[in-house]
């Protein structure tokens, strides 16, 4: 039985999707916090892998899970930016869950690992691949959380990975920017 409101939202979650037959993963601050990142966060963000299910009854299952959207039209606002904004009601807490698209996330799906959450197993991504993710976001809280999880694990992860991911975008966004703001993570991680 879970005893937090982020795994009981978890649960709820995972059980919607599973019966559904679709595949996620747990992604952003909460992923941090599991692979070493001690940082304070309200929300949960997760990214499923659709694909030709209809988002209305994604909607539906969720809803009838405790899942309200927390927009007017979130059919739309889902079209326009592959995020539906959700609240799940039990526990107050906001829940951004991003449709997954072709290339990187596709790989992330396939990489992702169960871990338990106070009971509830839930797929997380690799922290090789959420490097990557809070690489690209760029922002400062996300370094902090690179640097974070390179500190947590010296030994065990495959960094190789991640300058893979961040070269294929760094080629698919025409940028030059994101393996030099990793390999500064690292340099600051191991000090």
């Known amino acids: 039985m879970p005893s937090s409101p982020v795994a009981d ?7 919607t999707l599973g019966e559904l037959g679709l595949r996620w993963y747990l992604f952003g601050a909460q992923a941090a916090l599991i692979h070493g990142a001690a940082r ?9 892998d659709v694909g030709a299910f209809p ?32 609240l799940h009601r039990g526990t107050g ?12 996330e596709q ?8 871990r338990s959450i106070e009971g509830v197993t839930v797929p997380v991504a690799a922290a090789e691949d959420l ?3 809070k690489v690209l976001a760029g922002r400062a809280k996300d370094l902090e959380d690179v640097v974070a999880i390179v500190a947590a694990h010296p030994s065990d ?8 991911t961040l070269a294929i975008l760094e080629q698919a966004l025409d940028r ?5 703001c990793l390999e500064r993570a690292i340099r600051e991680a191991r000090g």
Do not use: N
Request: aromatic share 4%.
């Open 40 to 48: 304070l966060t309200a929300d949960v963000d997760a990214t499923v």
């Open 9 to 15: 939202l978890l649960a709820a979650l995972g059980a």
């Open 107 to 114: 790989l992330f799906l396939a990489r992702a690992e169960p």
């Open 176 to 180: 030059r920017d994101l393996i030099p």
């Open 157 to 164: 992860l495959d960094l190789e990975i991640t300058r893979g």
């Open 55 to 86: 988002i209305q009854k994604l909607l539906e299952a969720l809803a009838g899970r405790g899942f309200d959207a927390r927009i007017s039209d979130p059919l739309e606002f889902a079209d326009r930016t592959r995020v539906l904004p959700l």
């Open 131 to 133: 490097i990557a993710m």
């Open 93 to 104: 807490i906001p829940l951004d869950l991003v449709l997954a698209g072709p290339g990187p």
